[in-house]
């Protein structure tokens, strides 16, 4: 299992990101997938998280709205699309999951066992 994560960069407050998430060694079309980030000197958080076999997404109520995961099956890809970044969004950016976890919820309430290296974003003018 590996997950190779990209995409990340400076960015301007305002601006968006599309951050990816290339998996192999498994299919993304069954177990659950998350973005997690973790801000320095904080706690890691989950960010979205997606059941792959039916499509239904997680979102924490704090982070609706400007956070859209989604994938690409033909390219076993996961992508999280931030908009409207806030300098509050300033973090390593992971991709995480756990093939025996189908749910989304499941997942962003959980530690998975698989992650990505991670991807920083940082939010400055």
């Known amino acids: 299992v590996q997950l190779q994560a990209s995409g990340g960069g400076l960015v301007q407050p305002g601006g968006s990101l599309r951050l990816s998430c290339a998996a192999s060694g498994f299919s993304l079309n069954r177990p659950a997938i998350g973005w997690f980030r973790q801000a320095p000197g904080k706690e890691r958080e989950a960010v979205s998280c997606?059941?792959?076999?039916?499509?239904?997404?997680y979102y924490p109520d704090l982070l609706k709205g400007r956070f859209t995961i989604s994938r690409d099956k033909t390219k076993n890809t996961v992508y999280l699309q931030i908009d409207n970044l806030r300098p509050e969004d300033t973090a390593v950016y992971y991709c995480?999951?756990?093939?025996?976890?189908?749910?989304?919820?499941?997942?962003?309430?959980?530690?998975?066992?698989?992650w990505g290296q991670g991807t920083l974003v940082t939010v400055s003018s």
């Open positions: 997606l059941s792959t076999n039916n499509d239904i997404t």
């Open positions: 995480a999951t756990d093939l025996g976890q189908s749910s989304s919820h499941a997942l962003c309430h959980s530690s998975p066992p698989n």
